[in-house]
């Protein structure tokens, strides 16, 4: 068993997506941006819907992809605060949004998501953390003191692509989700699982 081609079949029986997340998808591969992709777009989806999600935070937000799929779950009541620090993505973001006709609340906040973060006010029923990887062991911290009792804190990429099991790769990106992985499980303030979908997902509920 292949995990790429599981991974090709899952996309292959995935439905397709609404125009503009077509458009979105198509941009980010013509221009090489990496974004979550339908399957943990699906994924997203499901989770703010089960969470009942009314407030969303997430680290690192590119052009808005993620924001979408939490957006169409979360509706009118629903307010998204997104973080990245380039203003192209955001101005990208908002372009689709408003194409889109998407009624959920969004703030969109620019500069380094882990000094941005410390100034929010909780509760979050949902953090998801998708910044540069050798900074994912800081935001455990952040997403605990901003997340409610049972809501959740979503990483995404944290196979990256095999490395995290390739001993020989020791790059500082690789190096920071090993570490992150090691220090979520053992943290006591979340109850974590990983599922190999995509890149790879940790889902941690906050106790
Ligand atoms: C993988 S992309 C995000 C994609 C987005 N979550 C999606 O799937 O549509 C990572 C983004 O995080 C931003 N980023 C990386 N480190 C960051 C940080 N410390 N603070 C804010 N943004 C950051 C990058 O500029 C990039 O746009």
């Known amino acids: 068993m292949d995990f790429s081609d599981i991974d090709a079949y899952l996309h292959k029986v995935t439905p397709k997506r609404e125009p503009v997340l077509?458009?979105?998808?198509?941009?980010?591969?013509?221009?090489?941006f990496p974004i979550i992709g339908p399957l943990v777009g699906r994924?997203?989806?499901q989770m703010a819907t089960l969470a009942k999600a009314r407030k969303i935070l997430e680290l690192g937000s590119g052009f808005g992809y993620s924001a979408y799929?939490?957006?169409?779950?979360?509706g009118s009541q629903g307010r998204i605060i997104m973080t990245d620090m380039d203003q192209a993505n955001r101005d990208?973001?908002?372009?689709y949004f408003e194409q889109a006709g998407l009624d959920a609340k969004f703030t969109y906040h620019l500069g380094d998501a882990l000094k941005i973060a410390v100034n929010l006010k909780g509760p979050y029923d949902i953090v998801l953390n998708d910044i540069d990887k050798q900074d994912y062991p800081a935001t455990i911290d952040i997403a605990a003191s901003l997340?409610?009792?049972?809501?959740?804190?979503?990483?995404?990429n944290v196979i990256w692509s095999g490395k995290v099991y390739?001993?020989?790769?020791?790059?500082?990106a690789t190096r920071g989700i090993r570490r992150f992985t090691?220090?979520?499980?053992?943290?006591?303030?979340f109850f974590t699982t990983i599922m190999p979908v995509r890149d790879g997902i940790s889902v941690a509920v906050r106790v």
């Open 22 to 32: 077509a458009a979105m998808e198509k941009y980010a591969k013509q221009n090489g």
């Open 43 to 45: 994924f997203l989806y």
């Open 69 to 74: 799929w939490f957006a169409r779950a979360i």
């Open 92 to 95: 990208r973001a908002f372009k």
């Open 147 to 156: 997340l409610r009792p049972g809501g959740l804190f979503i990483t995404d």
């Open 166 to 172: 390739d001993g020989k790769a020791r790059d500082a």
């Open 182 to 189: 090691r220090m979520l499980y053992a943290d006591d303030r």
